[in-house]
């Protein structure tokens, strides 16, 4: 064998153990891949909850505003009864009472349309927290991703660990929408 295959082989083989050593962050970055692309689409389908629940309460204080127009007309043409003379006094004092139990039904109705509009908006507000989360975490992996691809060009481990370091936050973040309502 002569000296420059030698030197040829023993290059092959110094190179073959450096590529041996990034293999853990090539692995890191495939799991990383993953990461994102779950964090991604948990994050869009908590986006798309809360436009959801924003069309519902949208509709909830649609029929809330349509009941108050209701109870208002109920009102006026109650007090026109009552402040006009009518030629057959016991029949507007029984339309006036029919009006008054209808108010008077109106104004439970229009309590209770206002507490599922309002607790559709917490939804709202709830849905929107966590979608934030994934975001945040989506945003930190892919920037932990990128941080730890510069690895396998450098060949400078320091990047793999700071990769490793914003990855630790956007598992964190995507984590952390278990704990919210």
Same mark, same amino acid.
Request: aromatic share 8%; no cysteine.
């Given at each position: 064998?002569?000296?420059? *295959?030698?030197?040829?082989?023993?290059?092959?083989? *110094?190179? +073959?153990?450096?590529?041996?050593?990034?293999?853990?962050?090539?692995?890191?970055?495939?799991v &990383? !891949?993953?990461?994102?692309?779950? @964090?991604?689409?948990? +994050?869009?389908?908590?986006? @798309?909850?809360?436009? &959801?629940?924003?069309?519902? !309460?949208?509709?909830? #204080?649609?029929?809330?505003?349509?009941?108050?127009?209701?109870?208002?007309? @109920?009102?006026?043409?109650?007090?026109?009864?009552?402040?006009?003379?009518?030629?057959?006094?016991?029949k507007?004092?029984k339309?006036?009472?029919?009006?008054?139990?209808?108010?008077q039904?109106?104004?439970?109705?229009?309590?209770?349309?206002?507490?599922k509009?309002?607790? &559709?908006?917490?939804?709202?507000? *709830?849905?929107?927290?966590?979608a934030?989360?994934?975001?945040?975490?989506?945003?930190?992996? *892919?920037? +932990?991703?990128?941080? @730890?691809?510069?690895?396998?060009?450098?060949?400078?481990?320091?990047? #793999? #660990?700071?990769g490793m370091?914003?990855?630790?936050?956007?598992?964190?973040s995507?984590?952390?929408?278990?704990?919210?309502?």
């Amino acid at each position: 064998m002569e000296a420059n *295959e030698v030197q040829e082989l023993k290059e092959h083989a *110094e190179h +073959g153990a450096h590529e041996e050593s990034l293999r853990p962050v090539a692995f890191t970055m495939s799991v &990383l !891949a993953v990461l994102v692309a779950i @964090t991604t689409v948990l +994050g869009h389908r908590t986006h @798309t909850q809360a436009v &959801l629940f924003q069309n519902k !309460a949208t509709d909830q #204080w649609n029929e809330y505003q349509a009941k108050k127009i209701r109870s208002y007309n @109920t009102s006026l043409a109650g007090d026109m009864l009552n402040a006009i003379t009518v030629a057959d006094k016991d029949k507007a004092e029984k339309i006036a009472k029919g009006y008054a139990d209808h108010q008077q039904k109106w104004n439970e109705d229009l309590s209770e349309e206002q507490e599922k509009a309002k607790d &559709l908006e917490e939804k709202v507000e *709830e849905a929107e927290a966590r979608a934030d989360r994934f975001d945040l975490g989506e945003a930190l992996l *892919e920037i +932990g991703l990128v941080i @730890t691809s510069v690895t396998l060009l450098t060949k400078n481990r320091i990047y #793999w #660990w700071f990769g490793m370091f914003f990855a630790l936050g956007g598992i964190s973040s995507a984590v952390s929408v278990v704990g919210l309502k």
